[in-house]
């Protein structure tokens, strides 16, 4: 059973176009972290949200507690965004950590 | 801009021998964590540590893996006789615990191969 669902899989835009990428949950957490995973391995922390909405720079994460959902938005996008974005929960069942299998973005210039 | 640190960047080893793979981390933070990730399959979540304890572990994390904060700085998993299938990038990370911020301050991972 999978804990975390990101769509799509894979995702290949033209650099410009405006992005979205979700995250369905179904257990309770404490709080979401969206990673970004580069291609040469390295992980940098984006978010960690547990209500409402943050934005940083041209990201901006969203979440709905209720619905057990998140999405990460990028605008303007641009070819040093691709990466693998991964969603990740913090339970709050005890300190279990649950990660998405990830999103495979390319930006074509 | 601190950062987490993660040595050797690289370990290849010979099956059943140990492998200890070092991590400082960010130095006001409290909370440390070891992730791995098998190639081409996701994170997986190892093992939290606070207060000189371990306060949550997976089932991946069974008896051949330790971790230990030998000194102010440092903080080591150890795996004691390695197996072909432990052959995975192992992160580490570090939190204040704050709930600000992007939370999480991932090293750039120890790429262990065993053979």
């Known amino acids: 059973k999978n804990e975390v669902e990101q769509s799509p899989q894979n995702l290949t835009a033209q650099e410009g176009e405006f992005i979205t990428i979700n995250c369905s949950y179904s257990v309770g957490i404490s709080a979401l972290h969206w990673l970004q995973q580069h291609p040469g391995g390295g992980i940098v922390s984006l978010f960690m949200?547990?209500?409402g909405k943050k934005k940083h720079g041209r990201l901006i994460a969203t979440i709905n507690i209720q619905e057990k959902h998140s999405s990460l938005h990028i605008t303007a996008s641009h070819p040093r965004d691709s990466a693998v974005y991964i969603c990740a929960l913090d339970s709050n069942t005890g300190n279990q950590f649950y990660f998405g299998t990830g999103t495979s973005l390319t930006v074509i210039p | 801009e601190p950062e987490v640190t993660q040595t050797p960047s690289h370990q290849v080893t010979q099956m059943g021998q140990e492998v200890i793979l070092r991590c400082v981390p960010i130095?006001?933070?409290?909370?440390f964590y070891w992730y791995r990730q098998i190639l081409g399959q996701k994170v997986e979540f190892l093992v939290s540590f606070y207060n000189n304890e371990i306060s949550e572990k997976s089932e991946i994390f069974d008896d051949q893996f330790s971790v230990e904060r030998p000194d102010g700085s440092n903080f080591t998993l150890k795996i004691r006789s390695t197996k072909l299938e432990d052959s995975a990038m192992y992160f580490c990370?570090?939190?204040?615990?704050?709930?600000?911020?992007?939370?999480?301050?991932f090293g750039s991972g120890t790429r262990l191969t065993v053979v």
């Open positions: 949200l547990s209500s």
């Open positions: 130095s006001n933070h409290l909370y």
């Open positions: 990370a570090s939190s204040d615990g704050s709930g600000t911020g992007a939370g999480y301050t």
